[in-house]
């Protein structure tokens, strides 16, 4: 063969071989895409571009193009992308456990709750019975329930059903027998319901814990499922990164040890419960800090819930005459705890529901704090607060960290509890962002559902799933929808100290962002709570993708 007739051959193999080596400088490239940076300036732009799990550029795309060869290159069509959601208050372990557990969530009466815990009996035949959600606000009958029927269904097998919010529950005798517990037994910073001298099996606050203390720790597998579950469920409605608020330092080595693994890929910022075992552990060894996983916190309960009476309130319960709730702890144990934190600093987040609660913190805050600061302290919930005491927050720059679906949730019983004049000083955001001029926001789930759109709903609109009330929920606490937006992406970061990591499409953060079926900056308010997660990303790598 002559080599002119070669010529042609050899031509494409030269060719071929020039394309093969050709170089990339990007490992991702979207464009025609409307992205949200929630940068300082809140700049949008249309295209960006990741490598190595971060972004390096964002801006227009015909000048993106030109600079960067991407390994793949993405059409978003026109959809919008935002950073990725950051849950700025969550159980997040708890709520993979619950995933393990019978599901009580939406059940509309007592009976509703046995008929579940008898089925899911039948399929986890051994061991504890162990279930949460229920809610007797919900119900026809609105009072706590009875452990007669639990016991006739169940005369053996220990049972624990712990109501929605985590801070009551009901156990069957079985159970009781097992904790030891006793008709007219009392307990500092909770209840055993006891009513013409026998136990209804009504456990509030503390109490919870004498029998959660004696239930057998979840095998490691369980616990392995229970943090991949809540993974798989948190990254299919955009979540990135979430505060677990409330655990125990063994927790730390299996996270890490999964994230390592390359199986968890969530990030998470974990808060160590109110333990000496807990401060021993992370004042010895100091803050620990991966790309995953951040501890630097501590998680103290002041209160209870509101909705189980346990929040602790300045004056009665308007619906329960003598009684105003109780702090979990005495002031002396809260005033220590501050003051060992501050000293080794770390930071506190404490969990306050009532007004009663919130002034105590926050006057512990102050005299630990004194004034202006950048310790991120926080108040989880800062739920119903006298008017008289909200500039402590601004005076020692504490961070309120709030829960919008709680307005929502509550609206329909919370005035029962509070009356009509404190309930225009509870669930406050807007004048709580006025504070610091920031807010984080979350869903507390497993109490909420995990769905930071429903998150940004209900800040924007003030209304329930159903769109009620029409003209929303004292809409003069609504926030805006830059504020909320801003609430789950960079102000969440911030209240972690994780603002120069993430929380914006910015270069040099991670590549966490999520995309949407529907721009929520320009949807119509209706629609926002049937917005729905086309694609998620963690470090530039895509973690689930709408089927």
């Not at 919010?165 to 055993?192: C, P, R, T, V």
């Not at 010895?284 to 951040?294: C, F, H, I």
């Not at 209160?303 to 009476?309: I, K, V």
């Not at 960290?401 to 509870?426: E, Y």
Request: proline letters at 3%.
């Amino acid at each position: 063969m002559t080599l002119k007739r070669l010529w042609p051959a050899l031509l494409a193999f030269g060719l071929a071989a020039c394309q093969h080596k050709k170089e990339y400088n990007a490992d991702l490239l979207i464009k025609n895409a409307a992205i949200y940076t929630v940068d300082s300036t809140f700049t949008t732009a249309e295209a960006l571009v990741v490598t190595g799990g971060k972004v390096i550029a964002v801006g227009k795309a015909d000048s993106l193009e030109k600079k960067y060869t991407a390994r793949e290159v993405m059409d978003a069509k026109g959809k919008a992308i935002y950073p990725g959601f950051i849950d700025a208050h969550t159980h997040f372990y708890r709520y993979g456990l619950s995933l393990q557990e019978a599901k009580l969530e939406g059940t509309n009466s007592w009976q509703a709750v046995l008929d579940t815990v008898q089925n899911y009996a039948k399929r986890s035949t051994e061991g504890w019975i162990i279930g949460r959600g229920w809610d007797q606000n919900d119900w026809q009958t609105k009072q706590f329930p009875n452990k007669a029927k639990l016991d006739s269904l169940f005369p053996v097998r220990p049972v624990v059903l712990t109501r929605i919010d985590g801070h009551a529950a009901i156990a069957n005798q079985a159970a009781l027998n097992i904790a030891g517990i006793k008709a007219g037994q009392k307990i500092s910073g909770g209840e055993i319901e006891t009513v013409g001298g026998k136990l209804t099996g009504i456990l509030v606050d503390n109490a919870v814990g004498l029998v959660a203390h004696k239930m057998p720790e979840p095998a490691d597998q369980v616990t392995e499922a229970a943090l991949l579950d809540a993974q798989r469920n948190c990254f299919a409605v955009g979540l990135t990164t979430v505060d677990d608020a409330g655990v125990n330092y063994g927790l730390i080595n299996t996270i890490a040890a999964l994230q390592h693994k390359g199986l968890l890929k969530m990030r998470l910022y974990l808060m160590l419960s109110d333990s000496p075992e807990n401060f021993d552990y992370l004042f010895k060894r100091g803050a620990y800090k991966t790309p995953g996983l951040n501890v630097r916190a501590f998680k103290v309960y002041a209160d209870g819930a509101l909705g189980s009476r346990g929040a602790c309130l300045l004056q009665d319960y308007t619906d329960q005459k003598g009684w105003k709730g109780f702090l979990l702890s005495d002031q002396k144990h809260f005033k220590e705890v501050a003051e060992k934190i501050a000293a080794r600093g770390f930071q506190m987040c404490t969990h306050c529901i009532g007004d009663s609660a919130n002034r105590a913190i926050l006057k512990i805050y102050a005299g630990v704090l004194k004034g202006k600061n950048d310790r991120r302290w926080r108040i989880e919930h800062a739920q119903v607060l006298s008017p008289q005491d909200v500039h402590l927050f601004g005076d020692n720059n504490v961070v309120p960290s709030v829960q919008p679906t709680h307005a929502t949730s509550d609206m329909n019983w919370a005035g029962q509890r509070l009356g009509a004049a404190r309930l225009k000083s509870a669930y406050i955001y807007k004048q709580l962002l006025k504070q610091n001029g920031w807010l984080p926001l979350g869903t507390d789930m497993p109490v909420e559902n995990i769905n930071p759109l429903y998150t940004f709903y209900a800040a924007v609109e003030r209304k329930d799933l159903k769109g009620q009330p029409v003209n929303g929920f004292q809409p003069e606490n609504a926030l805006n929808r830059i504020e909320a937006l801003r609430g789950m992406t960079i102000w969440a970061a911030r209240a972690n100290f994780e603002e120069k990591e993430k929380g914006s499409l910015e270069p040099g953060k991670y590549a966490d962002f999520v995309i949407l079926d529907k721009d929520i900056m320009k949807a119509k308010g209706a629609e926002l709570p049937k917005v729905k997660v086309l694609k998620t990303y963690v470090n530039g790598e895509k973690v689930y993708e709408q089927k």
